[in-house]
C-alpha cells in the first residue's frame, strides 16, 4: 500500500530599501571626421570622471562599458556629414541620496555631450529580504497543507519532499532624461527610492498520518 502524502505550492513575499544606484552615462561627441570625435568624447569623458570623483564616487564605482563610432547622415538620408564617437560609462552610487547630486556633476561637466542612459535602484544586500521571503513561502506552504490535513481527518507527518520554485526581485528602472548643464542645472535631481518588493515559492510534500 502506497504512503499518503500531501504535496502543495506556497509563496512568501518581503520588502526592502534600496541602498544603491546603478547609473548608464553615455558621453558623445560630433565631429566630420573620426579623430576629432573620439578627442572631444575623450575629453568630455574625463571631465564627467573627475566630477564624479568629486562628487564623491569611488575610482572602483566607475567603468567603461562600451566606446564607439557612429557615422552620421543627413536628415534626408543623402550622405554622411560626419561621425558620433561615444563612451559609455556604468557608475555606482553607493547612496540613494547622494544619486542626485552625482548626476548633476556630471551633466555640469559635460553639458548637452552627457546622455543618462538609464538609472536602477538596487539593494545591494538582497539576502535578508529572500530569507524573509523564503520563510513566508514555507509557513504559506504548511497552512495549506494542515488545512487539507484537517479536512481529510489526518495530520501531517515528516517532510518527505522540498522544491524551491524560484526566489527573486525586480530592481527600479527610473526613467532618465538627457541632463543639460546650464545655469539652471545647480539643483540636485531628485532620486527617491521606494521599496522593491521580493518573492519566493516552495513546493513541499508532508506525509499524511493518522491523527491522535
Do not use: C
Request: net charge negative.
Amino acid at each position: 500500500m502506497s504512503r499518503r502524502t500531501v504535496t502543495v505550492s506556497g509563496t512568501g513575499w518581503a520588502s526592502a530599501v534600496p541602498d544603491v544606484v546603478r547609473v548608464s552615462l553615455q558621453v558623445g561627441h560630433d565631429s566630420s571626421d573620426v579623430a576629432t570625435a573620439l578627442d572631444g568624447a575623450a575629453e568630455s569623458t574625463a571631465a564627467v570622471i573627475s566630477a564624479l570623483r568629486s562628487a564623491g564616487v569611488d575610482a572602483s564605482d566607475v567603468r567603461t562599458e562600451t566606446v564607439s563610432v557612429n557615422q552620421r547622415w543627413d536628415n534626408q538620408g543623402n550622405g554622411p556629414i560626419g561621425f558620433t564617437a561615444s563612451q559609455r560609462l556604468g557608475v555606482t552610487v553607493r547612496e540613494v541620496d547622494g544619486a542626485g547630486r552625482v548626476l548633476t556633476a556630471a551633466a555640469t561637466a559635460a553639458g548637452n555631450a552627457l546622455l543618462v542612459d538609464s538609472l536602477t535602484l538596487e539593494v545591494s544586500d538582497p539576502e535578508p529580504a529572500l530569507r524573509e521571503a523564503r520563510d513566508g513561502a514555507f509557513a504559506d506552504a504548511r497552512s495549506k497543507a494542515e488545512q487539507y490535513a484537517g479536512l481529510a481527518r489526518v495530520r501531517l507527518g515528516d517532510v518527505v519532499e522540498i522544491g524551491e520554485g524560484g526566489a527573486m526581485h525586480s530592481p527600479v528602472p527610473v526613467t532618465a532624461r538627457r541632463a543639460k548643464a546650464d545655469a539652471a542645472m545647480t539643483v540636485p535631481m531628485p532620486v527617491e527610492g521606494a521599496s522593491q518588493g521580493f518573492t519566493a515559492s516552495v513546493t513541499v510534500t508532508w506525509r499524511l498520518v493518522d491523527a491522535d
